[in-house]
Structures are given as structure tokens and as C-alpha cells.
């Protein structure tokens, strides 16, 4: 050990006593410290400086015009350009933009189209066509630059898309106030409208169950006018049986009489008389029964055009409640399934009606047809009567001067006449039969109409309580919560609401362990490589052998290596702490912990200094180039500039086995701010390096003593190395 020291002072006293060589340490030991902070100034806060970067931009957009929106997003991103200093905006034409890329006088160039805006509008017609806006880009030019253009351009098509999506929002916000507006305002003339529409219906209704109640209570008068004229139809039957059996004496009675003539001088007086008598009470007695027969079928005629009137009223009625539906439905903002079903019922009522209204028209024809049948029989039997008795009047009158002939020709037209007048009363006997089935008939379809009209009033009730709830809803929906929030909703802020629109989303961003600018943040990586560069240049101008002073005894090699390295751990440290200090207050570069970013430092130096003279005095220039191949591989494979997950798998894999990925990452610790022990814990696995370096120092060096003085003789020999 007291070799090892004196090794050590004897080298500090021959280089403090030697100007040149004072100068030469002083030199090697801020040369290190230079190439970290100019690398660290220069990087220091690139991105605050881009506006230097000239991008060139070219608006041949020619906007849009339609009735819903106005867009010219061309003239919208020159706007925006102009006031960001981000990039160096170049406003020109496009043939000057895009020569000015290849050129090299631009980085980038953006050409925005003619049809630009046409396109953005396009989602407005359906035929949607993306707009494009063409992008050019000088990559041999530099190879930051393109990434940082390239962001530019992202940003610009992002801002694009905010600027539109705004533009739509504002557009549609401003539509559905205008919307809310006229809503708001018409919704109590329309709820008034539709309120009085419900309440005519309502009372059309009510006219309408008060015109079935009617037409119930006519049926059932019909009904009894039906049952009184099968009483009379009875009647008439008796009558005309009478009347047949007199029409038949009185072809006896002629028989007699024409078998009789030669005495009928005698008797003929009392038997025409008697005839002419027998003829009035027929024609009397038939007369009566026709007349019964024709006036119930007027009466029940009458009464059947009544019905017809009634059930016609009804079908009209019922036609103007469908009006009246079909009309309230249309008018409400959505048509109702309550009122369709309405429609549906009386639509059916009105078909069921029209076949009623078709059966009592027949009826009634059969009706009027018996009774006109009645009135023709009467007034042909009153006529036939009337023929008579002026024939028995005119042979009475007429007896006594051709009383035989004449006789016999009298009695001959008088039993022709008694022969009509029986087939008379036979046709008028097939007519009253024929007249109870049709009663029977009339009965049936007033029953039909009667059950129809229950049907239809129990439908006008439930349509009746249907438009009450509806006129209620209507009343109360004006009023109500939905209503109110449906009229909130619609009537937003334009303005914030195409301010959402353009950015829905907000980044709320929390950053752990700030580092405000880029020099601080690469300031680890740079000052590790300034550190290891030190090293290099130490053993570049250090000679590493240690010869003894004449008189003192052989010096054995571990005393000669720790000696010397001694040396170089001082140099290395002094470096270190330049560096470190330097880069804390003379590019004041942020930290946390500046004591522990010194103190890193050191130690960085003294692990770094360890491998450089270890690889170095083991291995001559061998070693000396290795130090050199392991800082380039540490450079890229320390995750010093870039994530090591996005270096090849080489580095990815020698990641963990290099001094350097501890030593940035203890410093960084000490620039953005500790995490829990993360600080000592790269340091100890720094110092994992220390023993490897020792044994290669101490343990390989020994048996590659004699080769190493191979390589020196030989290389001497070429008096260049």
C-alpha cells in the first residue's frame, strides 16, 4: 500500500513541477466537460426554435356555398397559419412551393385544392368525397426536420377536422334553436287547435249517441206498426173470404135465375134489386178491406222511408266523425294508435249500416209495391161494382120492354163480371199472403239495425273516453317535465356547443417528474458520454507502465497498477466534477438534487475511469480500441436518446449489461426528481461493474505480461505505433 501512494505522489510532483505538463491536465480535463455542455446547449430547447423551419403553403381553394352552410376551410387554415410561429409559414403559389422543396430552400410544402371545401361539404349531398390536402417533403435535407414538419402537418389536418366538426356544430346548433324557438311558439296555438278539434268531436259524438237513442226508439215503434198490420192483414183475409163466398151465391143465385127466365117476369123486380144490393155490400165490404190493406202498407211504407232517413242520417254522421278523426290525427305532431283504432271501428259501423240502409230500401220498394197493388184492386173492383149496378139499374129500367133478351144478355155480362171479380179477389188474396214475409223481413232488419245501433253506441262511448285522455295528455303535455327539457336540450349555446363538437374530448394531462427542457432532459446521457470521453483521453495521453527510480527495488505489478491508477481516478474525478458543475450553473440545466447529481457523476468516473485503465493496461491498444467499440455500443444501447424498445433486439438485449444504462439512469433520477430508492439501486448495480474491472486488471493481466511486451517490441519496430 505505501508503494501504491508513493507510486502516486512521485507522479504528482513530476507533473506539478512541469509547466507544459500542468497545462496538458488542465487541458484533458475540461476538453470532456466542452463536449458535454455544447452538446447539451445546442440541444438545450430545440422546439421553441422552429419557426426557422420554412414550410411553404398554397390555397387554391375556391369555398362553398349552399343554403345550409358557407365553408371556405382554405382561407380558414391560411388564417390559422398566419398566427402560428410554431413552423416558418411561407405563403406562395404552388409550382414556387413545390420547387422550393426540391430546392432544398423549403423542408415541406402544403398545396391545399380547389375543391378542398367542396369535398368537406360533400357528407351535405350524400356522395361524400374526402378532401385532400397534398403534402410534400425534403427528407435528404435534414433528418429532424421532416419529423418535425411532418407533426406540423398532422397538427394542420387535425386542426382542419376541429375546424369543420366546429363549423357543422354551430350550424346545426343554430337550426335547432330556431327549431325550439318556433316550437315553443306554436305549441299553444297547436295544443289550442287540436284541444277545440277534440272537443267538436266529442260533441259530434254526443249528437251521435243522441241520434242512435232516437233511431232505437223509432225501431221500436216500427216493430209495433209491424205487429198492428199483421192484425189488419188478418182482417183483410176475412174480408175477402166474404167477399169470394158472396161473388159465388151470387153465380148460384145467376144460375138459378138464367134456368128460371120463364118466370123471372114475376120475380125479376125482387131478385135484381136483390142483386143490385148483394153488389153494393161486396163492393162496400171489398173496397173496406183494400182501403185497410193500402193504407197500413202506406203507413208501414211511410214509416220504412223514416228508418231510411234515420239510418242515412247516421251513415252521414258517422261519415263526419271519420272527417273529423282522420283530420285531428293528421294535425298531431304523431299520429295516435288510440284514433287509428277509432277510425278502424267506425269505419266498420258505416260498412254494417250501408248493408242495412241497402236491406230496408228493398223492403220498403216491397212495401210500396203491395200497397200501390192494393189501390189498383180497390179501384177496379169500385169500378166493377159501379158497372154493375148501372148494368142491373139500366136492365131494370129496360125489363119491361126487352125483358127476355136482354135478360139473358145481362145475366151472361154479370156472371163475366162476378168471374173477374172473383179472380180480382183470388190476386188480392196471393198479395196478403205474400205480405207476412215481408213483415217478417221488415222485423229481422229492424232487430239488425237495433243490435247494430247498441254496437255503434258502446264504440262512440269508448271513442268518447278515448279523445278525453288525449285532450288531458295534450293539455298536460305543454307543462310538462319532458317537454321542458326537451326545449332546454334544443336550445343551446351554439358557440360551446360547436366548441364541444370540435373537441369533445379534453386531455387532462398530469406529468410526474417535469423536466422543462429538452437539454435537461438529454444532460444524463451527455454528461456520461463527456465522462467516458475523459477516460479515453486519459489513457490516450497517460503512459500506464511505472518504472522505478535507480536504487529502489523492483515494483511488483499490482503496486504499479494501482499506483498509476491512481492517477487517473484523480484526473477522471476532476473532470466529473467540472462536468457536473458546468452543466448546473453554466447551462443551468434543471435538477432536483443537485448534490446527488454531482455525487453520481463521481462515481460515474470512478467505474467508468476503472474499465477504460483495466481494458487499456490488460490489452495495450487492443484494450484502448475496445473502450472505444464499448462507448459506441453504449451510445444507442443506454436508452440515452432513444426508448430502448425501439432499438434493434441487439441492444435491447446488451441494454442491462452496460455501465452506461446505470449511470444515465442515477443522473436522471437526480434531474426530474427521485423515485423511492430507484437512485441507489442504479449506482450499486454501477458499482457491479468494479470487480469485473479489477479482475481484468489484476487477474488477466498477469499471464498476458509477456505478450503484451511481445506486441510493444514489434510494434516499436515500425517506428509509427
Sequence with gaps: MKTIF????????????????????????????????????????????????????????????????????????????????????????????????????????????????????????????????????????NAIAPKITNTGADTLQTQVNSTFSEIVARTISDTLNSTADNLSRN???????????????????????????????????????????????????TVLSSGKEAVSNTQSLLKDSRSATASLTGTLGASVEQSSSLLGRLSQTSSSALSQLESGSMSAAGKAENILASVQSLLDINQECINLLEQLNSSLPIPLDSIDTLLEEFSAQAERQQGILDNLTETCLAVETTAQTSKETREKLSSLASEGQSKIEELHSTLQENLSPQLNNTLDNFNLTAGNLTGILTASETSLNSLPAVLDE??????????????????????????????????????????????????????????????????????????????????AFYTNLAIWVGGIVLIAILKFEVKPEKGQPRISPTAAYFGRYLLFMAIGLLQAFIICLGDLYLIHIQCQAPVLFVFAGLVCSFIYVNIIYALSITWKHIGKAMAVLLLVIQIPGSAGSYPIEVTPAFFQYLHPFLPFTYGVNAMRETIGGIYQNAYAQNLLHLLCFLPIALFIGLILRKPLLSLNSFFDRRLSETHLM
Excluded at 116 to 141: C, D, H, R, T
Aim: include cysteine; hydrophobic fraction near 35%.
Design 6 to 141: 508513493q507510486i502516486f505522489s512521485r507522479d504528482v510532483k513530476r507533473l506539478s513541477h512541469n509547466f507544459v505538463a500542468v497545462i496538458v491536465i488542465i487541458g484533458i480535463s475540461i476538453i470532456p466537460a466542452l463536449y458535454a455542455w455544447f452538446n447539451i446547449a445546442a440541444n438545450f430547447d430545440p422546439y421553441s426554435n422552429t419557426s426557422g423551419i420554412k414550410v411553404a403553403v398554397s390555397n387554391k381553394d375556391k369555398g362553398y356555398n349552399s343554403s345550409f352552410i358557407t365553408l371556405n376551410a382554405g382561407e380558414e387554415i391560411i388564417q390559422n397559419l398566419q398566427k402560428d410561429s410554431q413552423l416558418g409559414w411561407t405563403f406562395t403559389d404552388e409550382n414556387t412551393a413545390i420547387n422550393g422543396v426540391r430546392s432544398g430552400k423549403y423542408y415541406s410544402a402544403i398545396i391545399i385544392p380547389e375543391d378542398f371545401s367542396s369535398n368537406m361539404a360533400s357528407i351535405l349531398s350524400g356522395e361524400i368525397q374526402s378532401p385532400k390536402i397534398q403534402y410534400y417533403v425534403n427528407e435528404k435535407k
Design 187 to 237: 305549441t299553444g296555438s297547436l295544443s289550442g287547435s287540436i284541444t277545440t278539434a277534440l272537443q267538436e268531436t266529442q260533441q259530434n259524438l254526443l249528437d251521435y249517441q243522441t241520434a242512435i237513442q232516437d233511431f232505437q226508439l223509432l225501431c221500436e215503434n216500427a216493430n209495433e206498426n209491424v205487429d198492428s198490420q199483421r192484425q189488419v192483414l188478418v182482417e183483410a183475409r
Design 442 to 523: 221488415m222485423q229481422d232488419s229492424l232487430a239488425s239495425i237495433s243490435e247494430a245501433m247498441a254496437d255503434t253506441s258502446q264504440v262512440l262511448a269508448s271513442a268518447k273516453e278515448h279523445l278525453e285522455k288525449i285532450e288531458t295528455e295534450i293539455t298536460t303535455a305543454s307543462s310538462s317535465e319532458l317537454y321542458q327539457k326537451l326545449l332546454s336540450a334544443l336550445t343551446s349555446d351554439p358557440e360551446q356547443t360547436s366548441a364541444f363538437m370540435s373537441s369533445p374530448v379534453q386531455l387532462e394531462k398530469k406529468t410526474y417528474y417535469e423536466i422543462d427542457t429538452y437539454g435537461s432532459a438529454m444532460a
